[in-house]
C-alpha cells in the first residue's frame, strides 16, 4: 500500500504562482516509476496535468506548458508542481498520481482558486 499526501495550493490571484507537493508514504521500497499531476475544474472530468517519471521523462497538458514545472525528489518519492503565471481557468482540485508497476495511488486532492 502506497499513501500520498498532498499539501500547498490555496486562493491566488490571476498571474500568481502557486506550488504543490505530494509525498508517497507506505510499504513501496523502490523509487516509484511515475508521479504526477491530475485536476478536476468545476463541472468537469478530471484531466490530465503533468508527469515525471523516475529516469526523467516529463509530460505536460498543452493548457499548462510553459507554465508549470514539475518535478520529484526519487530518494523521497516527493513529486512538486511549480505553477506560475496561473490563469482563472486553472481553478481546480488539484491530485497528486502515483503508478508502479500494478501499484496505483490518488493523493487527497488540493484545492487551487485563481481568482482577483
Known amino acids: 500500500q502506497v499513501q500520498l499526501v498532498q499539501s500547498g495550493g490555496g486562493l491566488v490571484q490571476p498571474g500568481g504562482s502557486l506550488r504543490l507537493s505530494c509525498a508517497a508514504s507506505g510499504s513501496i521500497r523502490s523509487i516509484i516509476n511515475t508521479m504526477g499531476w491530475y485536476r478536476r475544474a468545476p463541472g468537469k472530468e478530471r484531466e490530465f496535468v503533468a508527469s515525471?517519471?523516475?529516469?526523467?521523462?516529463?509530460n505536460y497538458a498543452a493548457s499548462v506548458k510553459g507554465r508549470f514545472t514539475i518535478s520529484r525528489d526519487n530518494a523521497k518519492n516527493t513529486v512538486h508542481l511549480q505553477m506560475n503565471s496561473l490563469e482563472p481557468e486553472d481553478t481546480a482540485i488539484y491530485y497528486c498520481n502515483a503508478v508502479h508497476g500494478v501499484l496505483r495511488a490518488w493523493g487527497q486532492g488540493t484545492q487551487v482558486t485563481v481568482s482577483s
Open positions: 515525471l517519471t523516475s529516469s526523467g521523462t516529463t
